[in-house]
Structure formats: C-alpha cells, structure tokens
C-alpha cells in the first residue's frame, strides 16, 4: 500500500488550492478527500496488524508499513 501527499502543490498548505495540477486530480478522483482522511493505525490495527509505521520517501511522497503476526 502507498500514499502520496499533495500539500506541496499549493501554496497556501491546503490541499485543494488554487493550483491546476490538484484542480485536475481532484476532478479524476471523486474520493481523494476520503483518501486523505483515511487513519491508516485506525484501520489496520483493529484487523490484525501491528502498528503501522510511516516512512517519508520524498517531499510529495510516503510509505506506510504494517505486518501482520
């Protein structure tokens, strides 16, 4: 699983500012609010993983990691 940050992209820090690159996705993605809304430690800990742990690969980019014992 992997996820990305767009807070980058806009100038002001919220995600869905003014710039043409997020304008575009948000209207590819009808559920990117949810996406970034998502408590990834809320979701999988109850299932059965352990803690997930987050990693920060680049500025717009993250990776999250769980195992499963």
């Known amino acids: 699983m992997s996820s990305f940050d767009l807070e980058k992209f806009s100038e002001r820090g ?4 003014e ?3 997020l304008t575009l ?3 590819t993605e009808p559920y ?4 970034f809304a998502l408590d990834m430690d809320g979701e ?3 299932i059965g993983f352990e803690t997930p742990t987050t990693d920060i690969n680049s500025p717009g980019h993250k990776t999250v990691i769980a195992r499963k014992p």
Request: glycine share 6%.
């Open 14 to 17: 919220d995600r869905f500012g």
């Open 32 to 35: 990117l609010d949810e996406y």
């Open 44 to 46: 999988l800990t109850p």
């Open 25 to 27: 996705l948000k209207s």
């Open 19 to 21: 710039n043409s690159k």
